[in-house]
């Protein structure tokens, strides 16, 4: 049965603000030529946020996975685990000639590297275990990235220890036998393992189906140490992704041929895979501002790309304003700079807003200035770049760089004023691919994206809260008044 992308969410808590002083101003004045009748002004909203709520996600086989160990001063730390099954690629299984002509030279476990979030400067280093039988995975499953899989025995790797990866080499290219690859984080393993699978097995034992190999051996698990300060993204489908057994097979009595053989994930019967992704967030900053055991107003918005942390925001004074003809609304927001360094290394992500509210059924709600599209199979967001998803880069005059955003909520504010649509909270999120209902009464849901938003636990970003001192969130109007109104 095909796996299919699933996300559990959990709820999330806002509050908002009032309305400031109207005004006029040039850049309104520039949107609609001063003909009769019509004044253009623009004025400020402020917004009340609290950061309110951490959600789950699940990552699908065929998207990429994040493997690795963050500390940082901001969000706290985080350890990310790869569980595979890696199988025969044809059932049942054979070798070329019979088990005492067979001799091992190495096995290596072989993963697709695709880059890395984080430091580079500093090394990662990693195990590799066996999955317990007691806790096996399920092909048909995807499964939560909370879900911490059991493991049986030592370190299976050759040294029976961690293995050193300096991911700035990740990229080099590699000459193994007569392969020649690049991108590649290569893991040899132990003796006892590849002679297992060479000689141990048979296609009257392990190599008999898909189904008796999972009873043999339950799958790998690639765990980091707490050490290093960078996540990799790695694609276990990709074909670089593989148990590679390299082996010589006795031709006579003083020659022999080198072979190799490669274990895949299986795409016929769906190999077990996930992605565990633990988060420590008490030994970061957002320690003082999440959870939030109340309703207080955060100067200070988190967010951290699922599973990550979302805020909520209201805009209060909103629903007060009168009827006018609304031609631009946004809601402003500015990352508050930390160390540089820190910074630069652990990049903003793309964000999301929608309508938040308590029915679970419709509790994320899109915009009316998202664009929706029907791919053929499931809806999606067609328009994420000019709602303003993705952060613009902003020098200030001391040379600090920064990010913002800038969310384009003209359809709604207008709702608002002319419908007197609800003013509804809005949840502020770094959303993997989050499911979002079309309208408060819609039967369909759409994913943010055809693709991923942001890779699994990949992107944070601290920004300025609706009581922040000088990086405040606001929401700008730029409207006119029609003379009667």
Known sequence: MKKSLGLAFIAVTVIFAACTKLKTTDVGTGLIPPIDGV???????????????????????????????????????????????????????????????????????????????????????????????????????????TKDFATTGSSLTYSGGAVTIDTKRLTDSLHMGA?????????????????????????????????????YFAGFQIAPQSTGNALMRVNLTDTNTKVALYY?????????????????????????????????????????????????????????????????????????????????????????????????????PALFLCGYADDSAHKYVMSPDINVSFTGSYYVVGNMAEYGAYPTKRVSPAGVTTAAYNFNVSRWVQGIVTRHVAVDSLALMAPYNQLVSVSKNASFFAYTSANPVNYPAIGQVRLGGGSHSKQKMKLRVIYSIIKGN
């Open 248 to 348: 010589r097979v006795r031709k006579d009595a003083t020659s022999f041929d080198t072979s190799v053989r490669y274990f895949r994930y299986n795409s016929t019967s769906f190999s077990g895979t996930s992605n565990t992704v633990l988060r420590d967030r008490s030994s970061g900053e957002i320690a003082a501002h999440f959870p939030r055991p109340d309703l207080t107003k955060d100067s200070l918005l988190y967010l951290q790309a699922s599973p990550g942390v979302y805020a909520k925001i209201k805009i209060p004074g909103l629903g007060s304003m009168r009827n006018v003809i609304v031609h631009r609304a946004e809601l402003l927001m500015e990352q508050v700079a930390s160390d540089p360094v820190n910074d630069g290394y652990f990049t903003p």
């Open 179 to 215: 392969e020649q690859a690049t991108n590649q984080i290569r893991l040899r393993l132990t003796d006892a393992l590849g002679n297992k699978l060479l000689k141990g097995y048979d296609s009257t034992t392990a190599y008999k189906s898909d189904s008796v190999f999972s009873t």
């Open 39 to 145: 004044n253009t002004k623009d004025t400020f909203f402020e917004v009340e946020t609290v950061n309110a709520a951490q959600d789950t996600i699940r990552v699908s086989y065929s998207g990429d996975h994040v493997l690795g160990y963050v500390n940082n001063p901001l969000f706290g730390k985080t350890l990310a685990k790869v569980n595979v099954e890696l199988k025969p690629t044809y059932f049942p299984y054979t070798f070329e000639k019979s088990k005492d002509s067979l001799f091992l030279d190495s096995v290596v476990l072989v993963l697709s590297y695709r880059a890395t979030w984080g430091d580079t400067m500093q090394n990662l280093a990693l195990n590799v275990y066996e999955v317990s039988q007691a806790d096996r995975m399920k092909g048909d499953s995807v499964y939560l990235t």
